[in-house]
C-alpha cells in the first residue's frame, strides 16, 4: 500500500527534521530497526478528555511516551496507529488526523561493504517519518501489565494522565504535538 505523506495535505503539522551522523556499529543497529526498515512510523497523542494515554518502557524507564511504533507492510498510517495503540496499552482508538511529523535520516560513513542509500557524498543513509495522530479512546480501559504490547518491546507500563508530564521522550517535540492535538481536539 502507498503511504501520503501528511504534510502534502495538512500545512498546520508540528513539523521536526533532524540529521544525525553515528558510527558504523549504531548505523546499522538503527538500519536494521522495525521503524527504520518499513520508513514509517506513527505515535498516539490519544485523548479522553483531558487526560492522555502514554507508556514507559525498558529503553526510556524514566520517561513517559506516547504509545506507537513501525507501520507494517500493506499498512496505512491510521491503521497502524490504531494498532499500534491497541498492541501497546490495551486502548481502542479512533484516529482523528496527524498533527505532527519527525523525520530523522542518520548518516554514517560510506563503508566498502556497508549497506544503506548513499548520498551524493558517498554517506550511507537511511530515514523515516513518524507521523503522530490525535487520536480519541473508543474504549479507554488500559490492558494489565502483563499485556502491553509485543513479548520484545517491553513496556512496563501504561496509564492515562492528567497532562503531559515534564519526564517524557523529545520533550520539545513530544510537547508541541501535544499541544496542538488539544487544540485541535477543543473544535
Do not use: K, Q
Not at 518502557?57 to 491510521?78: F, H, I, Q, R, S
Not at 550511507?124 to 499485556?147: K, Y
Amino acid at each position: 500500500m502507498e503511504r501520503t505523506d501528511p504534510r502534502r495535505r495538512y500545512d498546520d503539522l508540528v513539523v521536526r527534521r533532524e540529521r544525525h551522523a553515528v558510527d558504523a556499529e549504531r548505523f546499522d543497529e538503527l538500519r536494521d530497526a522495525e521503524v527504520f526498515r518499513s520508513g514509517w512510523g506513527v505515535a498516539g497523542v490519544v485523548l479522553d478528555g483531558e487526560r492522555l494515554l502514554a507508556i514507559r518502557n525498558e529503553a526510556y524507564p524514566t520517561e513517559w511516551t506516547l504509545p506507537g511504533g513501525a507501520v507494517e507492510d500493506g499498512e496505512g498510517l491510521a491503521d497502524a496507529v490504531v494498532r499500534e495503540v491497541r498492541e501497546e496499552t490495551g486502548v481502542a482508538v479512533e484516529p482523528v488526523r496527524p498533527v505532527g511529523v519527525d523525520e530523522s535520516v542518520v548518516t554514517c560513513e560510506a563503508a566498502a561493504d556497508g549497506g544503506g542509500e548513499r548520498d551524493g557524498d558517498g554517506e550511507r543513509r537511511v530515514e523515516m517519518a513518524f507521523v503522530h495522530f490525535l487520536c480519541r479512546a473508543t474504549d479507554p480501559a488500559v490492558a494489565d501489565g502483563g499485556d502491553l504490547g509485543d513479548p520484545d518491546e517491553e513496556i512496563t507500563e501504561a496509564a492515562w494522565l492528567g497532562s503531559l508530564p515534564e519526564e517524557v521522550f523529545n520533550p520539545d517535540h513530544t510537547r508541541e504535538v501535544y499541544e496542538a492535538a488539544l487544540a485541535l481536539d477543543r473544535e
